[in-house]
């Protein structure tokens, strides 16, 4: 069904307040956090329309995120011309597949959920074959929980390091899904694990470091932490486009 532009596009303002108070409470720039549109089970005309909505709130590409290559794919030509004139950005954020890598290579410009040196080593192939720079974020499971993706706090440095040297990806930052906990200490500290590892990983100069600054973290539920430790993106799907129906 498709979804009332109109509520969109006061929800994208709602949660654009949210962000800029809460950065502003934590004495940050509000600029310096962007709303990314988690876009899943949302139908391209929605995507599109909120597009419109959010364009507006700055001159930098509204960024967006999928989490199947599937959707991402099915999606993409009507997002072409969006993403052409430089309105519209779309980032994978969601667990990838080798087998997939092509695909996403076609369609997307960042992959938040680089999880594996086996997925990094098929996305800097694919990506340098084609001539281009990937760019790439590093996810890392903050709250140890089993049901998330993402790479170990303990192993994320390296990960990281290895990654940024690979020609055909540019690391530009960290992601990763805060911990599912009623405990807001939790959440924090799972957040400022991200900030930490990013803030270490800048200061080794290994090459290709130098642009990994990114934080990718924060959802509807808890990007007022999220925004306090450090986010830079923001991902929100529930706060902008409603409930999503049961898959
Ligand atoms: C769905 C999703 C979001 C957005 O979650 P909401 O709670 O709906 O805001 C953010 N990040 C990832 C990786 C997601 O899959």
Redesign the pocket.
Known sequence: MPQDLAGIAARIAAVRTRIDDAARAAGRNPRGVRL?L?T?TQEASTVLGAVASAAPLGPLPVLL?E?RVQELVAKAPALADAVAQGLAEVHM??HLQRNKVNQVLATATCV??LDSLELAAALATRSERAGRVLDVMVQVNVSGEASKSGVVPRDAAAFACEVAASPGLRLTGF?T?GARSPDPAVVAAGFATLRQLRDDVVASGAPGTEQAIELSMG???DLEPAVREGATIV???????GL?PAV
């Open positions: 990314l988690a899943k995120g989490n954020i969601g938040q959920s992601m899904i959802m509807t539920g991902r929100v799907g529930t706060g902008v486009f999503r």
